[in-house]
């Protein structure tokens, strides 16, 4: 089968690689239709992350199944499916407490689309794609939702679910705040808010594309300036932070109430980040960090988007070809969604 592999910082190519086989009857095999990048995709083919390559890219994405192990019961040949990015096994003591990012039958960090440092998992931008624990980790599309518009469900929609969904549970029409950078998650959790009855989203960025997007998506918009001081903004309960720069997290836990939740999802590539530890203690900020752990979150996206309360498509930048994957990674986008 093909697979297409970085080999080099923007130095993209298909290669030919063994079909995956089943070892196991509740394993599947799945063949994806709709592949989008996630906000990491880019920096990983530009060459500035630590993740070491080659790396066989795609994480997010709807499949077809075309072979289960007569043991699986949730999933069937013909299913369309979201395949969660990180491998899980659902019953463990870490999936049972949803933290399907940490299962304890498979090594740390296993998990589609990162190389060697996600163990080896192969990407989903492939002809086939092996799923170790089927009932566990596969969730079938609803009738009616278009593949291309929840390819990010396996990631970048989690994650954007887990910066507010929570906290918007333990207080219903809550304020939210949130900081956006490079990428899609900033935006989706917009979105999202929204869906679970925000009183009033705020997003902060620097890009003009995101902020008209984010105020199409219903959110007030302010724009931060390069070189201008970050604004003084008023005490939110429900704060996110996807900036990616230390600046950006200290700003927005500048920016959270007291007893407030600070999320920070971007991850900061540096050994040591200064924090506003005492003013967090006076205030009693709770600051979240941590990868996503998305199997969880994904049904609950699926039944939103279905009901039309949720829209993942307005954030994609563009749909393309699948053999247009190599010369399209290479050019920055928000949201690009690669389909067969």
């Given at each position: ?85 990180q ?21 740390p ?52 679910w ?33 869906a ?6 705020t997003?902060?960025?620097?890009a ?33 932070d996807?900036s ?11 920016c ?32 979240h ?6 199997r ?45």
């Amino acid at each position: 089968m093909r697979q297409l592999v970085l080999t080099g910082p923007r130095q993209l190519v298909w290669q030919d690689v063994p079909d995956p086989q089943l070892s196991g009857d509740g394993q599947a095999l799945v063949r994806p239709l709709a592949v989008a990048t996630c906000d990491l995709d880019h920096p990983i083919v530009a060459g500035t992350t630590p993740f070491p390559l080659p790396v066989a890219l795609g994480h997010e994405c709807v499949a077809e199944v075309v072979e289960v192990g007569s043991a699986v019961g949730s999933v069937k040949v013909g299913d369309r499916v979201v395949v969660p990015f990180q491998i899980s096994c659902g019953t463990c003591g870490a999936c049972a407490r949803g933290l399907t990012s940490d299962c304890e039958r498979v090594a740390p960090l296993s998990m589609y689309g990162f190389g060697v440092a996600g163990g080896e998992r192969g990407g989903f931008l492939a002809d086939l794609v092996h799923v170790p624990y089927a009932d566990a980790m596969l969730v079938p599309v609803p009738e009616g939702v278009d593949p291309r518009a929840v390819a990010s469900a396996s990631d970048n929609i989690a994650d954007a679910w887990r910066l507010v969904a929570p906290w918007l549970a333990e207080w219903p029409g809550e304020e939210v705040l949130i900081r956006g950078g490079a990428g899609s998650i900033g935006l989706y959790a917009i979105d999202v808010a929204r869906a679970l009855g925000a009183s009033r989203v705020t997003y902060l960025d620097v890009a003009g594309d995101r902020l008209a997007l984010a105020a199409d998506l219903g959110a007030d918009v302010v724009e931060l300036v390069a070189e201008e001081p970050l604004p003084r903004l008023r005490r939110v309960a429900i704060t996110a932070d996807f900036s990616g720069t230390v600046d950006g997290l200290r700003h927005v836990l500048e920016c959270t109430a007291p007893g407030g939740h600070c999320t920070h999802a971007a991850p900061i590539f540096a050994a040591d980040v200064p924090l506003p530890l005492l003013a967090m203690y006076t205030f009693g900020v709770h600051l979240h960090v941590s990868r996503c752990a998305a199997r969880p979150a994904i049904p609950a996206i699926l039944a939103l988007v279905a009901a039309g309360r949720l829209h993942p498509e307005r954030v994609t930048t563009d749909v393309v070809g699948w053999d247009e994957a190599a010369a399209e990674l290479v050019q920055p986008r928000t949201k690009l969604v690669i389909a067969r």
